[in-house]
């Protein structure tokens, strides 16, 4: 309602189509504008270009035509120019190498602790649907944020979740928002 209020256009769009239309997945060029679902996808473009420069097995002349290899591999689209393939990024021009794979850990992470916190605190998105953020931010001060300079971030993870850094909350997070979301 409030979005409605502030923005005639969706006056007539349907919460559910609105909530389809903005969690849509669908490959595309540029990281910044991925969906959840294939963004991790981009990072791992890049970083698999990054580690074949540095180990020396990609001269850097044949760098774009790698990216849109990748791109067509994975993706399964491929850029027309260098804007929008292996120029998009502010990150390699600025010196910035290894960095991508932090956004990657940064989703781990955050799937893994929200499950834990979940698994305590009990189901959290009819909160947030309420509007009420704060056992969660409670939650996520005193095991993540009051900790956080304490330990790396992979001792923080074991010790907020029990467990080591894992793939699967993150992937059960997609498979249950998105068989939710498309019916699948």
Do not use: C
């Amino acid at each position: 309602p409030r979005a409605k209020e502030h923005f005639p256009s969706l006056r007539d769009v349907a919460l559910e189509d609105f909530h389809r239309a903005i969690n849509a997945v669908e490959p595309s060029l540029i990281r910044v504008e991925a969906d959840e679902v294939t963004y991790n996808l981009h990072i791992l473009v890049r970083l698999e270009l990054e580690l074949s420069l540095f180990r020396g097995e990609l001269a850097l002349e044949d760098l774009p035509g790698a990216w849109a290899e990748k791109y067509r591999a994975y993706l399964g689209v491929a850029p027309r120019d260098y804007k929008d393939g292996v120029m998009q990024d502010v990150h390699w021009s600025g010196g910035l190498f290894g960095y991508f794979p932090t956004y990657t850990l940064g989703n781990l992470y955050a799937a893994q602790f929200f499950a834990k916190a979940q698994e305590e605190l009990g189901p959290l998105e009819p909160l947030f649907a309420r509007g009420e953020f704060r056992p969660f931010l409670d939650w996520s001060r005193t095991k993540i944020h009051a900790e956080g300079s304490r330990y790396r971030p992979r001792v923080l993870v074991e010790r907020v979740t029990g467990a080591p850094l894992s793939e699967r909350p993150f992937l059960t997070y997609l498979e249950g928002k998105y068989t939710a979301l498309y019916g699948l």
